[in-house]
């Protein structure tokens, strides 16, 4: 008897014929080099550690599949190399980190940070040995606490991409932190994607085992307002080498609605809106967490960024900084994999959710619904990437060359536009989003000095100024 899993998809009890599994899906999922996503990933800069992490002695990471080893050495330049040893293979995990470079345990190679080997002490004095050889090197450099490091073709390095946020508003710190998945990279960067998760996942009252009270489960879904009713769509951007959802919903006070965007900028960048209870009531408000989904390997992933604080997008000061760093993040139990498997399974988060989906997603299992409009987009994005009908380098492009920053669609605000009788809300909330999101598209073409008041403008512009009454009154600036 075959099994025929088309045929017994709706069978009761049909456990039988549905035991076959299929492959997963290695054009999206698999980063070895060689790959069409490990090349692509190949030709941005990626975080691949915490300046935290650095110490006296080498670090061993493994960053897409490849074994190397990074350190600071005695000058302050960060070396990233290919793990074993160019001369007969030991590992540089136990290399002595020199002044300059650092030196092999067993034969004494000192190698340069861009892999020139400076000694080779148990060579005769005459050898030029070293002259022919480099140890395997990629470039990297450190800002505000993660370790950046390309692993492309050297002749293609793109400049480092500075997105407009790392810098406002002015005096905006940023905290890094990363959290090790157990998991495929590409389902922990599609979750965002999936907005409606949010309500759920997030929910305690929905998906808690005894409460919130008694698993200490934070509840934030409802006091954001995610489980209120929304209109959300999902859009390309950066003329489909991004994505965004559009949140719209509407304000108990009947007159507002708290439009959220979220852009993910292929192929592993993300830019996430507030955080904090807060948005509800706030007219604008810049990234609080700026993050990549870097591959360890293709059951391993790093969710890797930064942490933004500024008074602007948390005026309440929600945010704790000495909560995070490696493996630690300030807000949202489960957000990492520290807890137990008791606590996981009472409140379960992003972290359990997203291992349990298998070490990598099997798409050709999945049942979508209406919900996932937001991850098959993303997925037919990056296909057509791969394919060439995308161009990769673009997505590098600048904004605004005077200072090469790229800008960001990532935002939150609360617009007026009241609840009209008799008209389809959703229908009028969906139309406002689409407005604010062709506002920050438009804006694009704006000096990143001048964006954010250019956008403020057309905001007050299009709300007509009443909520210039709701905000002095709620005492948001
Ligand atoms: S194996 Fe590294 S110097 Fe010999
Ligand atoms: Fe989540």
Not at 145 to 152: H, N, P
Not at 170 to 198: F, P, R, T
Request: hydrophobic share 35%; glycine share 8%.
């Amino acid at each position: 008897m075959t099994s025929n899993r088309k045929q017994h998809k709706s069978t009761p009890y049909g456990a039988y014929y549905k035991t076959d599994v299929p492959s997963h899906d290695p054009e999206l999922t698999h980063t070895d080099r060689g790959t069409p996503m490990g090349e692509y990933l190949r030709c941005h800069w990626q975080p691949i550690c915490l300046s935290e992490q650095l110490t006296d002695v080498p670090l061993a990471i493994r960053i897409m599949g490849e074994d190397l080893v990074v350190f600071r050495d005695g000058a302050g330049q960060i070396g990233l190399l290919q793990r074993h040893c160019c001369h007969r293979g030991t590992s540089l995990e136990f290399g002595i980190i020199q002044p300059k470079g650092i030196r092999c345990c067993l034969h004494g190679w000192v190698f340069d940070v861009d892999g020139t080997v400076m000694e080779t002490p148990c060579e005769p004095a005459a050898s030029r040995l070293k002259e022919t050889i480099c140890q395997g090197a990629y470039p990297a450099f450190e800002q505000d606490g993660l370790v950046f490091a390309y692993m492309g073709p050297p002749e293609d390095k793109p400049p480092f991409p500075e997105f407009d946020t790392y810098h406002r508003p002015q005096g905006n710190k940023l905290v890094a932190l990363s959290a090790h998945y157990e998991c495929n990279w590409l389902q922990v960067m599609e979750n965002i994607m999936d907005h409606d998760h949010v309500k759920v996942l997030h929910n305690p009252r929905m998906i808690s085992v005894g409460g919130s009270e008694e698993t200490g489960a934070t509840d934030y879904a409802a006091p954001m307002g995610f489980t209120e009713e929304a209109a959300v769509d999902y859009y390309p951007t950066r003329d489909g080498r991004g994505v965004c959802f559009v949140a719209c919903r509407r304000n108990s006070d009947n007159e507002t609605v708290w439009v959220r965007i979220v852009e993910a900028i292929f192929p592993n960048h993300l830019q996430i809106g507030s955080t904090f209870p807060s948005a509800r009531r706030e007219r604008r408000s810049q990234t609080v967490w700026t993050r990549w989904h870097v591959p360890i390997d293709d059951t391993n992933m790093l969710v890797i960024g930064w942490r933004h604080f500024n008074d602007e997008v948390d005026p309440d000061h929600c945010g704790r900084e000495e909560d995070c760093g490696f493996e630690k993040l300030d807000f949202l139990e489960g957000v990492t994999g520290d807890r137990s498997y008791e606590e996981s399974q009472r409140a379960p988060g992003d972290y359990e959710a997203m291992v349990g989906l298998r070490p990598i997603a099997i798409h050709a299992l999945e049942n979508p619904g209406a919900s996932d409009k937001g991850v098959y987009l993303t997925r037919k994005l990056l296909r057509e990437i791969l394919a060439g009908k995308t161009p990769v380098h673009a997505s590098l492009e600048v904004n605004d060359t005077s200072n090469s920053r790229l800008h960001t669609y990532t935002q939150d605000s609360v617009l007026y536009a009241p609840l009209e009788e008799g008209k389809d809300d959703i229908k009028l909330m969906r139309a406002l989003g689409r407005k604010v999101l062709d506002l920050m598209a438009e804006a694009d073409g704006v000096p990143s000095a001048e964006r954010e008041a250019y956008i403020r403008a057309r905001m007050d512009e299009m709300d007509g100024g009443p909520l210039v009454a709701i905000r002095n009154e709620s005492g948001v600036t």
